[in-house]
């Protein structure tokens, strides 16, 4: 799975309004979502507030995902997000796009602007997860880091762990199931369903379908004892997910998020 590990790198960047910019609270960043595809009708994900790292070692770390809400404070973050700031600090980058399938081996070189402006929309629901591409994983950060310096990671990390950044953009596409190390993702403008399954219990899915072809064909028919956990992260919450745990991500939107991995 060691190419899988770079998977979930980088998708997603929406942001706050500014004068001009689009509704407010979107950023500037127009609806992208899937339609017709809804929230879990119940989050099978612990949210918690105000939770200790104590709580959070013996709890949740080595055993289970959770959403943590209300640890950090990251408006300044997601201010400097929005659509219109973006393009003027970065618009002229050029960003690796990777392909929304399991081993994403796939790439594209472009401008981000080209990215947001040509490339930013919904999926086709019969498309395969090699075509479609999307802005996350392999790109060189460091270009990024006056952005970065704003962000307010989790406060828990683990022993023997170092924390890597990794964010991107992404309207109504996702990563299929995959696994690697423990890690943090956190929803900075949109919603992002995700579906995640501990790692003795493998999930039915096909390496290039996608996520979105996966709810509408494998998902209804399964068994209650085999459906996975499943929650939408909403911007603000955080979800923890555990070593190894097999995770798979839809937005809902057009979606911002940061994902801090503990490698």
């Known amino acids: 799975m060691a190419p899988a590990s770079r998977l979930l790198a980088l998708w997603a960047l929406a942001a706050v309004a500014l004068p001009g910019s689009g509704a407010e609270g979107d950023g ?28 959070f070692v013996q709890q949740y770390a080595f055993v ?10 990251n408006s300044r973050f997601r201010a400097l997000c ?13 960003v690796r796009l990777s392909t929304a399938n399991t081993y994403s081996y796939h790439k ?10 040509q490339l930013l929309h ?21 270009e990024w880091a006056s952005l970065f310096r704003h962000y307010s990671p989790p406060p828990f990390g ?5 924390p890597a950044y990794s964010f991107g953009i992404a309207a109504g596409s996702g990563v299929p199931f995959h696994w690697h190390g423990p890690g ?40 209650p004892s085999a459906r996975p956990l499943e929650c939408t992260i909403r911007a603000g919450e955080v979800l923890y997910f555990p070593d190894r745990w ?18």
């Open 158 to 162: 683990l022993l023997g762990t170092a």
């Open 122 to 142: 919904p999926q086709d629901p019969t498309s395969l997860g090699n075509d479609t591409l999307y802005f996350f994983g392999d790109n060189n950060f460091t």
């Open 184 to 223: 943090y993702s956190e929803v900075i403008y949109g919603r992002k369903r995700w579906f995640l399954y501990p790692p003795e219990k493998t999930p039915e899915f096909h390496p290039n379908k996608t996520t979105l072809a996966w709810l509408r064909d494998t998902y209804p028919a399964l068994p």
């Open 28 to 55: 500037g960043w127009r609806p992208g979502g899937p339609g017709a595809v809804a929230e879990e009708e119940r989050c099978t994900v612990e949210r918690r507030a105000d939770l200790t790292y104590a709580e």
């Open 64 to 73: 289970r995902p959770v959403i943590l809400q209300g640890l950090t404070d």
């Open 108 to 117: 594209v070189d472009l401008p981000f602007q080209e990215y947001v402006e």
């Open 246 to 263: 097999w995770h798979a991500t839809l937005n809902l939107d057009t979606s911002v998020f940061i994902s801090t991995f503990l490698g």
């Open 82 to 94: 929005s659509r219109d700031r973006l393009l003027a600090s970065f618009g002229d980058r050029v």
